[in-house]
């Protein structure tokens, strides 16, 4: 079988950044991927919907007993923005100056397409696996992670012995292995209008999520803790509107918030905070608020010191030629919900790519994409071999 030669290894690249997966389309990223393996029949592949034209892809290769490692990567991008901020069509993957363009290039189709390089090598190499890899590749995680919850809820990463996550980590120069957790709420405050010449007839609906607003940002206050890594509990009220026109007691007002968790603390802390301060305030007259969440995501705790992070060490210093800087992440990862999966394993973070994510003008630069393929090859190898790997999955079998 012809091996492939580093020109195909960027086609592959330029072809899932030329597909635009806007918060949708992942489908076509899907197919476009499977049509790669199409020729390793010994590849399971499957599709599992989430939405019309939003697929998220599952493929195992290996057909031995052992550990079987995952590899996670999102299909989504963010919206490209402006496009006159972009030097290039943000779906063209020009290359220029030894980089290659467009969005999702760092976050994170760089970080997904070598992972399936990485796959598709071991496949034409041969390599007899002792045990499996799985590629979880997800729909919705820029807005959500929702397609990484459909495949932990379905059973598509139970038992894993680890994950690796292929955001981009600084060019490959970073392993993360903890991050911050995420919540976003929104608060309605109902009122009643009136003339403003007769606020005493209503209800203001401003007035009473203003009460709300500082009650929120002092009481939550009390998670002072600082994780070493990760720092604090961030809390910031960034969204709000209300009213309806200015000589009207206002009917309707809403506020959108947004906390940055810690591992110390689990969201359901901070739900129950919030829904005391909802509940204690609908006690008073006229006060009628409600609240609702978006997309909520659990901090990643892990351990610094767990095997996998070993591995991927001992992998660095050979491949790269580098020892990887060790450290935390303030964005929340599909890991989260991959972590909820039964069977206890660690996952890090570790990918190609610039600081340039969700950015115009984003790039990846070819050399850290390369190597990236080269890392996953290499590690996969020294995950499944690794002897305290193999060592707890007996002792769980
Ligand atoms: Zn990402």
Request: charged residues 20%; aromatic residues 8%; negative net charge.
């Amino acid at each position: 079988m012809q091996i492939m030669n580093d020109q195909k290894k960027i086609e592959i690249l330029q072809k899932i950044i030329q597909i635009n997966s806007v918060n949708s389309n992942e489908t076509q990223v899907a197919d476009y991927i499977s049509s790669l393996f199409s020729k390793f029949p010994e590849v399971d592949i499957q599709k599992i919907a989430y939405a019309p034209n939003r697929d998220n892809l599952v493929l195992t290769i290996g057909k031995n007993k052992g550990p079987m490692l995952g590899l996670t990567g999102h299909m989504d991008v963010v919206a490209p923005g402006n496009l006159e901020d972009w030097n290039y069509d943000p779906f063209s993957a020009t290359i220029a100056d030894d980089k290659v363009y467009g969005r999702g290039a760092t976050d994170m189709k760089s970080g997904l397409a070598a992972l399936v390089v990485a796959l598709l090598e071991l496949l034409e190499h041969k390599i007899e696996l002792p045990g499996k890899i799985r590629l979880l590749a997800t729909v919705g995680e820029e807005t959500g992670e929702y397609g990484a919850a459909q495949l932990t809820k379905e059973g598509f990463a139970d038992n894993l012995a680890g994950l690796l996550v292929a955001e981009p980590t600084s060019n490959m120069q970073n392993i993360v292995y903890t991050a911050r957790g995420v919540i976003d709420y929104k608060v309605k405050s109902y009122g009643k209008t009136a003339h403003s010449a007769e606020p005493q007839l209503g209800i203001n609906a401003i007035d009473n999520l203003i009460v709300f607003y500082h009650l929120a940002l002092e009481r939550l206050l009390k998670f002072n803790k600082t994780d070493p890594v990760l720092g604090g509990v961030t809390h910031n009220i960034t969204k709000i509107k209300g009213g309806e026109q200015v000589n009207s007691i206002p009917s309707y007002a809403e506020l959108m918030g947004n906390i940055r968790t810690i591992p110390d603390y689990p969201n359901q802390y901070f739900y129950d905070e919030l829904e005391k301060i909802i509940a204690e305030l609908n006690q008073k007259e006229g006060f009628k608020l409600a609240i609702t969440y978006s997309f909520p995501e659990e901090a990643i705790s892990g351990k610094p010191d767990s095997q996998i992070i070993k591995i991927a060490q001992k992998t660095h210093q050979t491949v790269l030629g580098s020892a990887a800087k060790i450290t935390g992440s303030s964005g929340a990862n599909d890991g989260a919900e991959f972590l909820q999966a039964k069977g206890d394993f660690n996952s890090i973070e570790l990918g190609p790519g610039s600081n340039t994510s969700h950015q115009s003008n984003e790039y990846v630069e070819i050399s850290d994409y390369l190597n990236a393929v080269k890392f996953y090859k290499q590690f996969a190898l020294d995950f499944l071999q690794n002897k305290q790997i193999r060592k707890t999955i007996s002792e769980t079998d």
